[in-house]
């Protein structure tokens, strides 16, 4: 089979499309042929060495994918070859047409769901369940801000939002996303607009009781003054060190969370799934696709992930299915 591998940590161009062996399910593992794999920041991080949990060389980067269950290893219930499923982890990798997983990481994926969109899920759908539910303590009827929400975790995080009954704001850089986000059930607002703070207290009578946030080095600061009383900041990602005044957290009483993927447990990370699953089967979530990119073209979309301006979430095409 065709897959990319890492044979050295680097730039984009350490992305390298190679054949090797099809691998061959042991108990409890699903082979998967996929007809598309998620492309996620993280993945950038990984490959060129700096990130603190990487791999042995060589890999085949991803986690994400979606196509149909090829080969069930012993042990394997409630699966059967031929279905079609989206992952959230796998043993080798799912840049490739073809990936290992542990069948815990397995999910049916309706029909009404593209492959594409079943690769958009694995990261992006459960990390913002994570940061509005289990590390955000949203609630029906509470305010979210949706801080960067143009990309794959912030879109997923507002269709979130709103199948659990939140009202959602959600900022964006260009015309075009926040029309995006507005098409979405969002208020969209401008997060490079010197009024933005402003604007926000403005609309929500006092401020919001959850941000969740893509890139606190440039946002925290100002987060905590839109906060209302109690209210939360779900860190999600941060590209560097930001200053911070304490007294815009003490005046109302407000709380900076962390949140990171890795850290779920199986129990909060079935929790996830499950309620992903309820979302796709009723139409509430339905991934928004920036750009499907061939797997030689690896090193392109890894380019492509890290650049602002684009709405949605990039996927390799993989396998042909």
């Given at each position: 089979m065709k897959a990319i591998r890492v044979r050295a940590f680097g730039g984009p161009d350490v992305l390298q499309l190679s054949t090797i062996p099809d691998p061959i399910p042991g108990p409890g593992q699903v082979l998967v042929r996929l007809g598309a794999a998620g492309v996620n920041p993280v993945e950038t991080y990984i490959r060129s060495g700096q990130y603190a949990r990487l791999p042995e060389l060589p890999y085949t980067p991803g986690s994400d994918g979606a196509g149909l269950i090829a080969a069930l290893g012993?042990?394997?219930?409630?699966?059967?070859?031929?279905?079609?499923?989206?992952?959230n982890g796998s043993v080798t990798g799912t840049y490739a047409e073809a990936a290992l997983c542990d069948a815990a990481s397995v999910h049916p994926l309706p029909d009404r769901v593209s492959f594409a969109q079943g690769a958009a899920l694995g990261v992006?759908?459960?990390?913002?369940?994570?940061?509005?539910?289990?590390?955000?303590?949203?609630?029906?009827?509470?305010?979210?801000?949706?801080?960067?929400?143009?990309?794959?975790?912030?879109?997923?995080?507002?269709?979130?939002?709103?199948?659990?009954g939140l009202r959602v704001q959600a900022t964006g850089g260009t015309e075009a996303g926040r029309q995006l986000l507005?098409?979405?059930?969002?208020?969209?607002?401008?997060?490079?607009?010197?009024?933005?703070?402003?604007?926000v207290l403005k609309a929500t009578g006092g401020g919001v009781n959850l941000i969740v946030e893509m890139l606190a080095n440039a946002n925290l600061a100002r987060d905590l003054t839109m906060l209302a009383r109690g209210g939360r900041i779900a860190v999600v990602g941060s590209r560097g060190p930001v200053e911070i005044n304490p007294r815009d957290a003490m005046a109302r009483e407000a709380d900076i969370r962390g949140v990171m993927s890795f850290n779920a447990t199986k129990e909060q990370l079935a929790e996830a799934c499950a309620?992903?699953?309820?979302?796709?089967?009723?139409?509430?979530?339905?991934?928004?696709?920036?750009?499907?990119?061939?797997?030689?073209?690896?090193?392109?979309?890894?380019?492509?992930?890290?650049?602002?301006?684009?709405?949605?979430?990039?996927?390799?095409?993989?396998?042909?299915?």
């Open positions: 012993d042990g394997v219930t409630g699966l059967r070859a031929g279905q079609r499923v989206w992952v992006p759908y459960p990390t913002a369940y994570r940061a509005l539910v289990q590390r955000g303590g949203a609630r029906p009827g509470e305010t979210v801000l949706i801080h960067g929400a143009t990309g794959g975790t912030g879109l997923a995080a507002v269709q979130l939002a709103r199948m659990l507005t098409a979405q059930g969002a208020e969209a607002f401008d997060h490079a607009s010197p009024t933005l703070v402003d604007d309620a992903i699953h309820a979302g796709l089967a009723s139409g509430a979530l339905a991934p928004i696709i920036a750009e499907e990119i061939a797997l030689v073209e690896a090193p392109r979309a890894h380019a492509a992930v890290m650049a602002p301006g684009h709405s949605g979430k990039i996927v390799l095409t993989c396998a042909d299915l």
